[in-house]
């Protein structure tokens, strides 16, 4: 089966640096997404990932380690727009569907 | 980038009746589409897949006799919940990709439609 694991809360203050981690344990991989949700809305799309490393966009970055199964998406500045939830999914198997986990909600605070 | 449209963003129906849910790929042709279903505070878990032409793909524990999929169009695809009991109340989400591209690239999402059965 598959199992995606984020944390489920954090907390962060205005101007600071969060980092928000995601582990998988998939049936194969062909990828791995972040989105950014915020409440009663359709998530946005902010990254994918194929190939290990760090992907830079903005204030957000992505990382990914296969090997370890372990992703990780790096907000810096952060701005009291950036609460939300943050879905880590992954894609998987010969139709790429991907599998979201539950969602990081972040709370930034003044 | 490429929209997802969906309609409609709320309803509110009677128990015992029958709802359905359009999502629209605006300007990109859509071979498969995903339905999520979501509740509060939790993740997006996938229903059930739509492609274009043939049945939809149904995740385990989804009654394919309720929830009626159909991708009748490369732009359109239709999630009927049928005699829609308290319990199906959720907020429901479409998703596409471009037609061409097969895990290389974003999910567009369409708005979400929310669902109250009385």
């Known amino acids: 089966g598959q199992n995606i694991d984020q944390p489920t809360e954090m907390t962060a203050t205005e101007g600071a640096i969060v980092q928000i981690n995601c582990t998988y344990q998939t049936s194969g991989f062909n990828g791995l997404f972040w989105y950014q949700q915020h409440a009663g809305e359709a998530p946005t799309f902010l990254s994918y990932n194929v190939l290990d490393g760090l992907e830079e966009k903005g204030r957000f970055s992505s990382f990914l380690s296969r090997s370890k199964g372990y992703s990780y998406l790096l907000l810096k500045e952060l701005q009291m727009k950036d609460s939300a939830s943050y879905l880590c999914a992954v894609e998987t198997g010969g139709s790429y569907i991907p599998t979201f986990g539950r969602g990081t909600s972040l709370i930034v605070h003044p | 980038g490429a929209v997802v449209s969906q309609h409609p963003s709320w309803v509110i129906c009677k128990s015992g009746t029958s709802v359905k849910i359009e999502c629209r790929s605006l300007?990109?042709?859509?071979?498969?589409m995903f339905w999520y279903r979501q509740f509060p505070k939790q993740s997006l878990m996938l229903m059930a897949t739509?492609?274009?032409?043939?049945?939809?793909?149904?995740e385990q524990g989804v009654e394919k006799d309720k929830f009626l999929i159909n991708h009748a169009s490369l732009t359109l695809s239709t999630l009927t919940v049928t005699s829609a009991h308290p319990e199906d109340s959720s907020f429901y989400i479409c998703?596409?990709?471009?037609?061409?591209?097969?895990?290389?690239?974003?999910?567009?999402f369409g708005e979400g439609s929310r669902l109250t059965v009385l």
């Open positions: 998703s596409a990709r471009v037609r061409g591209t097969s895990g290389t690239g974003e999910l567009f």
């Open positions: 739509s492609n274009e032409g043939s049945k939809a793909t149904y």
């Open positions: 300007d990109f042709q859509a071979t498969t």
